[in-house]
């Protein structure tokens, strides 16, 4: 079956995948680092040394990958990447509920807004199918499509 | 075809430009939102000399179990570095998750003006399942009685507007601080989170301040 996503959804699934990845990564990058350190601690999937270093890098991460999204710049990596960062987290959660760990909060937005480990794996899911529409679709509005004249070169102009 | 690439490059370049500044716009005006933020406290929240070398401040739910669990790390720091180490505590109760928090921290501040804030202080700790739910004001009360508080004086004090106004001011404090769980501790500026960063990293951190 072929899936065909309009250039309009996978606009809008770039900027809410991107604005999300950006509030998630700001936040934590601007905050103290102790905070987000204690709760990829409590997911117990990181040696003691990694993860202070982890709680000092994710955040850029984040803010990279969401203003890739949001700009359109190497669009289909970036879809990509915040897919795997998604897939990533949903593993840490299901590791997590596994082991039985009990987590003060998932950790996503920092301080900012608590979510219950249930409440991160849907929010998780559905950006991780956003994630999907705004690979599938072409790039519209994008600086990719500035940079390449239109649709990319290397995919012929066609997603 | 050379044409194309080098008008491609420069395209790509301004992009990557956008992308990065866009991050560290974002970022600078999250980090806007960070205010300086007061470590002082009333005498009877301070333990320790107040020239002491060393300055450790915490902000604290007394319905927290975390800050339960903190609490054995904090004794053997301050029984260890006694009289180096000068403590500060800060009231910080996370009244969407714990409902009686504020309650005891309105409690331990009048135990406070009697002179008996650390006494109550570690009643709260070393009882915390006693009197976080609906046995909380007969509980707190009796901690009143078994410390010889003035209870008239104390329930009075429960009352005064200016006692959640104090408690109000460290949130205010914790939250500029970007205190977003309990126990936070600064050890001279320094932030450590819960009880195994003041543990495993916290202790080492007094001996480098106190060599210095």
Known sequence: ?159 | MIFFAMDRLPRVIVSAFLVLAACAASFAVARGAHKPFSSDAPAYRKLGPEDAKVVIVEFSDFQCPACKYAEPPMRAILKLYEGKVKLIFKHYPLERMHQFARAGAVAAECAGKQGKFWEYHHELYDRQEEWTNDKAEEMLASYAKTLKLDSAAWLACRKDPAVNEAVNADQKDGNNAWVGSTPTFFINGKRYVGAMQLAERGGPFIEKELKK
């Open chain 1, 1 to 159: 079956m072929k899936l065909n996503v309009p250039a309009s959804a996978g606009l809008a699934a770039r900027l809410i995948v991107g604005s999300v990845l950006v509030y998630a990564g700001a936040t934590k990058a601007a905050g103290p680092s102790e905070e987000f350190a204690l709760v990829i601690g409590a997911y117990d999937i990181m040696s003691k040394e990694m993860v202070q270093t982890a709680a000092v890098f994710l955040p850029w991460v984040e803010l990279l990958i969401g203003w890739s999204l949001i700009l359109g710049f190497r669009l289909r990596e970036s879809a990509i990447a915040a897919g795997a960062l998604f897939a990533a987290f949903l593993f840490a959660l299901i590791t997590v509920k596994a082991k039985g760990i009990q987590l003060p909060n998932c950790g996503c937005f920092g301080d900012a807004i608590h979510f219950t480990p249930l409440q991160a794996t849907l929010f998780d899911t559905a950006l991780a199918a956003l994630c999907f529409a705004a690979w599938k679709a072409a790039p519209g509005l994008s600086l990719d499509s500035w940079t390449e004249g239109g649709y990319t070169a290397r995919t012929n102009g066609k997603r």
